[in-house]
Each structure stands twice: as C-alpha cells, then as structure tokens.
C-alpha cells in the first residue's frame, strides 16, 4: 500500500524537484502538485484520503505552518524550507521531519522513510483491532489499554491526535491516530462522524437541534454542514410519528 501524497510550493522548480522525488520513490504515490495552499485545498477536498504533505513553509497568502494549523486532522506533514529558523516551529504542529532547502535525495528520503514509520505505526500499532466482544486496544502513554466500545460517548480530533471520551470517566484517553482510521473502525459499530473533528456514539444521543447535538452527560456537539445530510437521514430513520 502506497503514502498518498501532496507536493506544495509557490516555486515552480521547487516543486517540480519534490514532486519528482516523491515519484521515485517506491511507497510513496503522488496526488497532485500543488502552487499555494488555496489549490492544496482544493486538492484535498478532491481526494479522501492524503496521507502525507510535503510544503514550504514560507509562501505567500497563507504560510505551510498556518495551512497546516487550520486542517483539523492533518495528515503526516514534511516541512520544506529555505530558512533555518523555521525549524522549531515546525515541531510545534508535530511535523514527522524537516529539510532545508536544497537538499537532494538522500535528504528526502530519509524523510520519507520516517514518514513510512510512522505511517505503518498508526496503521498497525495503535489500533489492533475490534474483537467480537466489541472492544478496542489503543496505545497509549506507552502502554496499550483495552476499552469497551459502548463506553465511548464520542472521539475529537486534535491535530494529529484524538481524544476518546468514556461515559465513566472524566479525562480522556489520547491516542495519536488519524480520524478517518478510527471512524472506519467505529462506524461498523453504531458510530457517525458529525464533524470534521467529532465522532460520536448515536446510542448517547439525548437531544438533536437544527446545528447541535446533545450527548448523555450534558455534552454538546456540533454538526458539520457536510455531515448533516447522513446524520438527518439517521434521525428519520428512527423518528416515529402518527
């Protein structure tokens, strides 16, 4: 299974070289090339799964570090940049690694490899599985914990980790994991994906408004415009009237 990819730079020659190093190599697939963050936008919107990014980190309109502040769950993110200085920030939005330009191959592709690792550990470590008693084992704080599926009232996204909220329990687990893997992984299970950042349990549900829904315990969520058609037919299906 390839790394679905997106190239992003407002230098021509620069993207091309990125573009064409994530070609050459083998587990990497390239999406599409993108001059600014507006078309990386629309490049996402276009394409349901992204894996990774590769981008420059100073580009006019709206900088790499910015982009990437604004996607939800943002995929395994590479910074690309002329100037060193830029390195600690990058670390801040938990970028997978960091090269300063120019660099040539071996550069990128040590970079990519731990894009691999850590690409491989989420899709294989922090989740091992649902078993046929409905539970899941996530790793966290160095160790891997078992939880009942029922006992999740509902999972937020917080960049490239999430928050699984328990009915009985006050703090959340936190898990570095994608949310399209643990919505595939729920929505077999009485589970729906409201928002861009919340999953919830329908068996939690206590009231639904127009833009809102409200979970056991008080707890309020909103519905994203994208999600609400899905969620409204879920509603219809289980309304009962004369």
């Given at each position: 299974?390839?790394?679905?990819?997106?190239?992003?730079?407002?230098?021509?020659?620069?993207?091309q070289q990125l573009a064409a190093y994530i070609e050459r190599t083998p587990f990497l697939q390239l999406v599409a090339s993108?001059?600014?963050?507006?078309?990386?936008?629309?490049?996402?919107?276009?394409?349901?799964?992204?894996?990774?990014?590769f981008i420059d980190i100073n580009m006019p309109d709206m900088s790499g570090l910015d982009f990437v502040k604004s996607i939800p769950s943002p995929p395994l993110i590479v910074f690309t940049t002329a100037y060193e200085e830029y390195a600690i920030d990058s670390y801040k939005v938990s970028a997978v690694d960091y090269l300063l330009k120019p660099f040539g191959y071996d550069e990128f592709n040590?970079?990519?490899?731990?894009?691999q690792e850590r690409y491989m550990s989420q899709r294989t470590a922090q989740v091992s599985g649902v078993?046929?008693?409905?539970?899941?084992?996530?790793?966290?704080?160095?160790?891997?914990?078992?939880?009942?599926?029922?006992?999740?009232?509902?999972?937020?996204?917080m960049s490239e980790y999430l928050r699984i909220y328990?009915?009985?329990?006050?703090?959340?687990?936190?898990?570095?994991?994608?949310m399209k893997r643990m919505e595939e992984r729920l929505s077999k299970v009485g589970?729906?994906?409201?928002?861009?950042?919340?999953?919830?349990n329908l068996k939690k549900i206590a009231e639904v408004s127009k833009s809102?829904?409200?979970?056991?315990?008080?707890?309020?969520?909103?519905?994203?415009?994208?999600y609400r058609e899905d969620f409204n037919n879920y509603i219809n299906s289980k309304f009962l009237s004369k």
């Open positions: 299974m390839k790394i679905r990819c997106l190239a992003i730079d407002d230098e021509p020659l620069a993207l993108c001059h600014s963050a507006l078309e990386a936008v629309e490049a996402m919107a276009q394409n349901e799964t992204i894996d990774a990014i040590r970079a990519a490899l731990k894009v078993d046929t008693d409905d539970s899941l084992f996530l790793k966290t704080d160095y160790k891997i914990v078992r939880v009942n599926v029922g006992d999740i009232s509902h999972v937020e996204a328990l009915s009985d329990e006050r703090k959340p687990i936190i898990v570095l994991l994608s589970f729906m994906r409201v928002h861009r950042s919340y999953i919830i809102r829904i409200l979970l056991d315990g008080n707890i309020d969520i909103p519905i994203g415009d994208s």
